[in-house]
């Protein structure tokens, strides 16, 4: 049975437990729980770290990457687009993007726009990377396929969480600033409806549960009219099993004449199968992602003997060079919390992100640093990707990343030092190693496999820590 069967399958399955799954849509629901004391302090659920990837990149628009297109008949007419006039929107949806800022559409937009506004209507799955203008590109469509005369939904879109669903729907009411005929709803949790309510909004933003539980119990609206239906996040849906059966179920919904779009930022081969699998005769647009490198990182190691050591470690770094601004990498949130303390007592503006903080505080405490608010991020294994903080010169692992078994984990280590080489800056990267024969034995294991020597830097030396900031 393939996947998408199998799933459809579960999905009729579930038919009896919606509604209680839909109380489950609280902030930050996949969250993993607050780690223990000592113990590694892990990523946030999917859904978590894609907000937050949506906080750190917000503005950031790159043009650089390769973008790459599929479709079943190759010679099917492909348009890209150089400018938003050449969409033929509304002069009010225009006006909308121009006002938000956007001069030029971003690559996966110049490619993505045309299908998306394509008559007859074409089926999309698209893949880039946060940050590369998805979120702008589909609202854009979902705005300009309304039509105004009909007081109904016509346009869905799901989210895996309320936040997100809250972020796309903040982006479509400034992109309709100029359009109020437009309307639109909240399907997310603390949006109550009378019952025998009908929507008149032309647009639906939800989370899948509130969706189902409008479109199929209460009937505020009708699936059977839903002329465009935008998956967004589907990588987040389609791995989260409750929200996969209830986004399936809305899928069977919709007529078969619905344009279907599915955006995510990575699609495993899984969820690239099972989105081939639903979304009919679908143009693919993957936009390449970035390679991070090592290539402008000069790469330091420091020999401590214990906590205490690598603190020091870090003093006498700041003592001697100015650092813009630094994220210091903990394993623990132990670590983490004892080291912003002192740091913070030696007079530091330090900001704490751990895996026990709200969605909304790690927001807010992004913010605040990528405002340059604090010069010190110190966090654990919540951030290891994503943040393009450009005025971020130096990174220190006061713990060297591993995996469960304790040996070296390359991936984070590239995802925590590594550039994409965009900002042509060069930075610094500072491993506090503890002497112990295991810590040694995880910086060799780095070194080996990316093939770079990392140098060793003597802290009580000021002429060679100045040396770091002049190479
Ligand atoms: P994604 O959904 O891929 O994460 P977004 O659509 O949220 O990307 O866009 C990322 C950031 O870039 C947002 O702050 C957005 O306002 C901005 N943006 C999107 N499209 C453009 C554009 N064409 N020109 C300038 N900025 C843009």
């Given at each position: 049975?393939?996947?998408?069967?199998?799933?459809?399958?579960?999905?009729?399955?579930?038919?009896?437990?919606?509604?209680?799954?839909?109380?489950?849509?609280?902030?930050?629901?996949?969250?993993?729980?607050?780690?223990?004391?000592?113990?590694?302090?892990?990523?946030?659920?999917?859904?978590?770290?894609?907000?937050?990837?949506?906080?750190?990149?917000?503005?950031?628009?790159?043009?650089?990457?390769?973008?790459e297109v599929q479709r079943?008949?190759?010679?099917?007419?492909?348009?890209?687009?150089?400018?938003?006039?050449?969409?033929?929107?509304?002069?009010?949806?225009?006006?909308?993007?121009?006002?938000?800022?956007?001069?030029?559409?971003?690559?996966?937009?110049?490619?993505?726009?045309?299908?998306?506004?394509?008559?007859?209507?074409?089926?999309l799955i698209a893949q880039?990377?946060?940050?590369?203008?998805?979120?702008?590109?589909?609202?854009?469509?979902?705005?300009?396929?309304?039509?105004?005369?009909?007081?109904?939904?016509?346009?869905?879109?799901?989210?895996?969480?309320?936040?997100?669903?809250?972020?796309?729907?903040?982006?479509?009411?400034?992109?309709?600033?100029?359009?109020?005929?437009?309307?639109?709803?909240?399907?997310?949790?603390?949006?109550?409806?009378?019952?025998?309510?009908?929507?008149?909004?032309?647009?639906?933003?939800?989370?899948?549960?509130?969706?189902?539980?409008?479109?199929?119990?209460?009937?505020?609206?009708?699936?059977?009219?839903?002329?465009?239906?935008?998956?967004?996040?589907?990588?987040?849906?389609?791995?989260?099993?409750?929200?996969?059966?209830?986004?399936?179920?809305?899928?069977?919904?919709?007529?078969?004449?619905?344009?279907?779009?599915?955006?995510?930022?990575?699609y495993?081969?899984?969820?690239m199968?099972?989105a081939e699998?639903?979304?009919?005769?679908p143009v693919i647009i993957k936009?390449?992602?970035?390679?991070?490198?090592?290539?402008?990182?000069?790469?330091?190691?420091?020999?401590?003997?214990?906590?205490?050591?690598?603190?020091?470690?870090?003093?006498?770094?700041?003592?001697?060079?100015?650092?813009?601004?630094?994220?210091?990498?903990?394993?623990?949130?132990?670590?983490?919390?004892?080291?912003?303390?002192?740091?913070?007592?030696?007079?530091?503006?330090?900001?704490?992100?751990?895996?026990?903080?709200?969605?909304?505080?790690?927001?807010?405490?992004?913010?605040?640093?990528?405002?340059?608010?604090?010069?010190?991020?110190?966090?654990?294994?919540?951030?290891?990707?994503?943040?393009?903080?450009?005025?971020?010169?130096?990174?220190?692992?006061?713990?060297?990343?591993?995996?469960?078994?304790?040996?070296?984990?390359?991936?984070?280590?590239?995802?925590?030092?590594?550039?994409?080489?965009?900002?042509?800056?060069?930075?610094?990267?500072?491993?506090?190693?503890?002497?112990?024969?295991?810590?040694?034995?995880?910086?060799?294991?780095?070194?080996?496999?990316?093939?770079?020597?990392?140098?060793?830097?003597?802290?009580?030396?000021?002429?060679?820590?100045?040396?770091?900031?002049?190479?």
């Open positions: 049975m393939s996947l998408a069967d199998d799933w459809a399958q579960s999905a009729d399955k579930q038919e009896s437990v919606l509604s209680s799954k839909v109380g489950g849509l609280q902030l930050g629901a996949g969250d993993a729980p607050a780690a223990e004391n000592g113990a590694a302090d892990d990523v946030g659920s999917a859904a978590d770290s894609s907000l937050l990837q949506k906080v750190i990149r917000t503005g950031l628009i790159k043009n650089k990457n390769d973008i079943s008949d190759p010679n099917s007419p492909l348009y890209s687009i150089k400018s938003f006039e050449a969409l033929n929107l509304r002069p009010e949806l225009l006006k909308g993007v121009y006002a938000m800022g956007f001069n030029a559409p971003s690559k996966i937009q110049e490619m993505a726009l045309p299908i998306l506004l394509a008559d007859p209507p074409q089926n880039s990377q946060s940050g590369t203008g998805k979120t702008a590109a589909f609202v854009l469509a979902m705005l300009s396929r309304v039509d105004i005369t009909k007081n109904y939904p016509q346009v869905l879109c799901l989210s895996p969480t309320y936040e997100l669903a809250l972020q796309t729907g903040d982006v479509a009411q400034k992109m309709a600033q100029y359009c109020p005929d437009i309307r639109i709803k909240f399907a997310v949790r603390g949006e109550e409806l009378a019952r025998g309510s009908h929507l008149d909004e032309h647009i639906v933003i939800g989370t899948p549960g509130k969706v189902l539980d409008w479109g199929i119990k209460f009937r505020f609206f009708d699936i059977k009219k839903i002329s465009v239906f935008v998956l967004d996040e589907a990588d987040v849906m389609i791995s989260l099993q409750g929200h996969q059966d209830q986004s399936i179920r809305i899928h069977k919904m919709v007529p078969k004449s619905c344009q279907m779009l599915f955006f995510s930022a990575t495993n081969t899984e969820v199968n099972f699998a639903i979304v009919s005769n936009l390449k992602r970035e390679e991070e490198s090592l290539d402008n990182i000069k790469q330091y190691y420091v020999d401590c003997q214990s906590e205490e050591a690598k603190y020091q470690a870090i003093s006498n770094i700041y003592g001697v060079i100015t650092i813009g601004q630094a994220i210091i990498f903990c394993h623990t949130k132990r670590t983490a919390s004892w080291l912003s303390n002192k740091m913070i007592q030696d007079g530091h503006s330090v900001a704490l992100l751990s895996g026990e903080l709200t969605v909304e505080q790690r927001i807010s405490v992004l913010d605040r640093f990528r405002d340059g608010k604090e010069k010190i991020l110190i966090t654990t294994n919540v951030l290891s990707r994503g943040i393009d903080v450009e005025q971020v010169t130096i990174v220190v692992n006061f713990d060297l990343p591993v995996d469960q078994t304790g040996a070296a984990d390359c991936e984070t280590y590239l995802h925590r030092i590594g550039r994409t080489g965009r900002f042509g800056k060069a930075g610094i990267a500072i491993n506090l190693v503890d002497g112990r024969r295991s810590s040694n034995a995880v910086l060799q294991q780095i070194v080996q496999h990316f093939g770079r020597k990392i140098h060793k830097l003597d802290v009580e030396d000021v002429d060679e820590i100045e040396r770091i900031n002049k190479d």
